[in-house]
T-cell receptor, first 113, second 112 residues
């Protein structure tokens, strides 16, 4: 059974640009969550999608957005990048979310210069 | 959803020793999950314990849950250098349909 696949693994972008990260969940998993991890703030929840609907949202500015497709694949987009957006972005999938463990991908390391 | 608070923040032990990490939370939960993260990589799900369970085992891992004290502990027996990682707990309450809120974790260092 394939795991959670995140692409790309590494990314370097310039301030002001936008970026799209992709996440392919485990087949059959309908819940996909996104997290940002930085040394200073730790692991912070961005948002969770279930059956193409955003079900939960963390405390991030509107520059951070996401979506989920009918095949459960998910993308997150960050517009107008800032230096502080440099982080490891983790995607996790679960069959339904509540009451089930999450399987995490290896993450996308984003560096904003 | 609520955040768990792990304690201690850091733990350093010798290979072969046991490691115990604790997690406290604030309000009633449906389940509590433990995850491990090796440096700079994704998290790995270790154990999910439901609110009506008191103890759960998985290999060298033992998790206990005390809902009256709103706390959980993770015991790793006979630690190995490969257990060196950060460990996070994530309580899930009825209001959290699908998100986990992580604390700062416990950084475990197992010295060979």
């Amino acid at each position: 059974k394939a795991g959670v696949t995140q692409t790309p693994r590494y990314l370097i972008k310039t301030r002001g640009q936008q970026v799209t990260l992709s996440c392919s969940p485990i087949s059959g998993h309908r819940s996909v969550s996104w997290y940002q991890q930085t040394p200073g703030q730790g692991l912070q929840f961005l948002f969770e999608y279930f059956s193409e609907t955003q079900r939960n949202k963390g405390n991030f500015p509107g520059r951070f957005s996401g979506r989920q497709f009918s095949n459960s694949r998910s993308e997150m987009n960050v517009s107008t990048l800032e230096l502080g957006d440099s982080a490891l972005y983790l995607c996790a999938s679960s069959p339904y979310g509540q009451g089930y463990g999450y399987t995490f991908g290896s993450g996308t390391r984003l560096t904003v210069v | 959803s609520q955040q768990g608070e792990e304690d201690p923040q850091a733990l350093s032990i010798q290979e072969g020793e046991n490691a115990t990490m604790n997690c406290s939370y604030k309000t009633s939960i449906n389940n509590l999950q433990w995850y491990r993260q090796n440096s700079g990589r994704g998290l790995v799900h270790l154990i999910l314990i439901r609110s009506n369970e008191r103890e759960k085992h998985s290999g060298r891992l033992r998790v206990t849950l005390d809902t009256s004290k709103k706390s959980s502990s993770l015991l790793i027996t006979a630690s190995r250098a490969a257990d060196t990682a950060s460990y996070f707990c994530a309580p899930q309450d009825g209001g959290s349909q699908g998100n986990l809120i992580f604390g700062k974790g416990t950084k475990l260092s197992v010295k060979p």
